[in-house]
């Protein structure tokens, strides 16, 4: 399966991060995220810690196991229920997370179910860790931002997504979520939108939803 344009510029982003020396990479709300078993070559050279409730985890590792895949030395699977308000970063250092050395974290399709307070207490945390990390989200824009024929399909979302119970409750527009980063401690903060990713990728049959912008930042 190929891998979305949003998934694709994290990926490269980590393969660049690889050749400068990361050997960390940390994805926030991994549900079946399948960059360890398509990214072999990348991800063997670091540890990769997933970090996901614990029982779609569960549920995950035992398909790993049941498909042949299993789960290699170099993947952590982490278990934090943040609902009961277990602290991901613990359960990191647990799983032989090294807060000393350049990471690379990636936060994609989680922010809408946030609160604000919530999303600048993961940005605070993220901030604190080594220099020379680097952490990458995508949030969603209000939707008087998008674009007028995209919108009747973003609402019928909004509308799934609070039916199932789960429903959004966060949007920003990309000079909010700037100012929430640099307000965070983040030295380096920039926006790639999703028409800088459709036109970046203009040959590929992935999709890019137009609700969807990019945060990259570079630790202080």
């Not at 100012?179 to 401690?185: D, N, Q, T, Y």
């Amino acid at each position: 399966m190929r891998p979305s344009c949003p998934a694709r510029f994290v990926e490269d982003l980590v393969a660049e991060q690889v050749a400068c020396g990361i050997t960390q990479y940390v994805i926030l709300g991994a549900g079946l995220d399948t960059f360890a078993q398509r990214r072999p070559e990348l991800a063997s050279q670091m540890l990769v810690f997933e970090i996901e409730k614990p029982g779609p985890q569960q549920w995950k590792r035992q398909r790993l196991v049941d498909l042949g895949f299993g789960v290699p030395s170099y993947l952590r699977l982490v278990p934090v229920h943040f609902e009961a308000g277990d602290l991901w970063w613990e359960s990191l250092a647990e799983a032989g997370f090294d807060s000393g050395r350049p990471t690379v974290v990636a936060s994609t399709g989680v922010s809408m179910y946030l609160t604000k307070d919530a999303i600048v207490a993961t940005l605070r945390r993220v901030a604190t860790l080594a220099h020379g990390s680097t952490f990458v989200m995508s949030f969603m824009l209000p939707i008087e931002m998008s674009e007028p024929e995209i919108r009747p399909g973003i609402e019928r979302e909004i509308a799934g997504a609070r039916a199932s119970g789960t429903p959004f409750v966060s949007f920003f527009s990309p000079e909010e979520m700037l100012a929430l980063a640099r307000e965070a401690g983040f030295g380096d903060a920039r926006h790639v939108s999703a028409a800088m990713l459709a036109d970046r990728w203009a040959s590929s049959s992935c999709g890019v939803r137009g609700t969807l912008s990019f945060l990259g930042s570079e630790c202080s």
